[in-house]
Nanobody, 114 residues
């Protein structure tokens, strides 16, 4: 059974940093890309950052120059370094893995206080 296990969320003051981790347990034949999404209260889920197996990245505009996504292909892991956090970054953050099937983690709460 495939599981994506996230960690690293928590409560931080504005301007602070957090690092999210997501590790895939179980076997996925081929992961083409991994990413981080978030859902803020009352809003739809949105893409935060995505990285392909070749290392190409894309970010939503609001996190560019503040967040960095990276991955370890050997460990089937993806990370999100979040710096200069803002209250509007408060959300549940989900990682996903794209193969022919899309897998999702359970989510980790990030709360940024002003």
């Amino acid at each position: 059974q495939v599981q994506l296990v996230e960690s690293g969320g928590g409560l931080v003051q504005a301007g602070g940093s957090l690092r999210l981790s997501c590790v895939v347990s179980g076997s996925i034949f081929r992961i083409n890309a991994m990413g981080w999404y978030r859902r803020a209260p009352g809003k739809q889920r949105e893409l935060v950052a995505r990285i392909t197996i070749a290392g190409r990245t894309n970010y939503t505009d609001s996190v560019k120059d503040r967040f960095t996504i990276s991955r370890d292909n050997a460990k089937n892991a993806v990370y999100l370094q979040m710096n200069s956090l803002r209250p509007e970054d408060t959300a549940v953050y989900y990682c996903n893995a794209e193969s022919p099937i899309v897998y999702w983690g359970q989510g980790t709460q990030v709360t940024v206080s002003s």
